[in-house]
């Protein structure tokens, strides 16, 4: 089951765009039981997130909490914040649409709740994780 939230007056995805992209990552991931919420944050809230959670300073685009799979069959169970101002600036940064961030988002704040991670540094973008991201965009389109 997947819940979107938005604090935030116009995120730029609808919420059954944003449950198809948990969806389908879901299945790809092969995990058929599943309680994911997605909640769209301004500016603050996520700062403060990044802050208390992860000892950063600052807002990021996307936050993920995964309660992880204690076995095969386990549910995946996780939280994702996303902050659509954040993903603003990036998509004017990389020249795409707002809503194709935001997607990528979602997909990858899903990966991370199925237990999948990536180096933070320059090297993210090469990572097996990000490659499967595209995948699935790809699939998506």
Not at 54 to 83: E, N, Q, W
């Amino acid at each position: 089951m997947t819940q979107v939230s938005s604090t935030v007056r116009r995120p730029g995805i609808s919420q059954a765009r944003v449950k198809q992209l948990v969806e389908a990552t879901l299945r790809g991931e092969r995990i058929q039981n599943a309680l994911i919420s997605v909640a769209f944050v301004g500016r603050a809230a996520i700062s403060k997130l990044n802050r208390n959670y992860l000892r950063h300073k600052g807002s990021t685009d996307v936050i993920s909490f995964g309660m992880g799979r204690a076995a095969p069959g386990m549910p995946a169970v996780g939280d994702i914040y996303i902050c659509p101002d954040v993903a603003r600036m990036n998509a004017k940064r990389n020249r795409i649409a707002v809503s194709e961030e935001l997607a990528r988002l979602v997909v990858h704040g899903t990966l991370h709740v199925a237990g999948h991670d990536h180096p933070d540094d320059e090297t993210r973008t090469r990572s097996p994780m990000w490659k499967r991201q595209e995948r699935i965009l790809a699939s998506r389109d």
